[in-house]
Nanobody, 125 residues
Framework: QVQLVESGGGLVQAGGSLSLSCAAS????????MGWFRQAPGKEREFVAG????????RYADSVKGRFTISRDNGKNMVYLQMNSLKLEDTAVYYC??????????????????WGQGTQVTVSS
């Protein structure tokens, strides 16, 4: 069992930056692929970014490519999402998720086994 706790959300102006963190419990963190998802009101949860177990590869949604960066520190059981050049459409609740049997970096929520409670990101004009 893994518990995930996100932090770092908040209110930011368009064009600004925000950094999200996700702290994971447990001793097997390095065996999980990790992902960030987001969900805006009235919309389905969507993939934002993912990172392989050893951080050897990453994957991004087209909508955030070049603006967001995912990283992880297996020694600290942490995963991060650096968000730059934020847009109004980035407003959502952001979730950290763990895939305990990764074959590749999955983009569908059903592939992920553990989820955090989410952190709100609001981008204002």
């Amino acid at each position: 069992q893994v518990q995930l706790v996100e932090s770092g959300g908040g209110l930011v102006q368009a064009g600004g930056s925000l950094s999200l963190s996700c702290a994971a419990s447990g001793r097997t963190f390095s065996s999980y692929a990790m992902g960030w998802f987001r969900q805006a009101p009235g919309k389905e949860r969507e993939f934002v970014a993912g990172i392989a177990r050893s951080a050897s590869s990453t994957r991004y949604a087209d909508s955030v490519k070049g603006r967001f960066t995912i990283s992880r520190d297996n020694g600290k059981n942490m995963v991060y999402l650096q968000m730059n050049s934020l847009k109004l459409e980035d407003t959502a609740v952001y979730y950290c998720a763990a895939d305990r049997t990764p074959i590749f970096i999955a983009t569908t929520p059903v592939r992920y086994d553990y989820w955090g409670q989410g952190t709100q990101v609001t981008v204002s004009s």
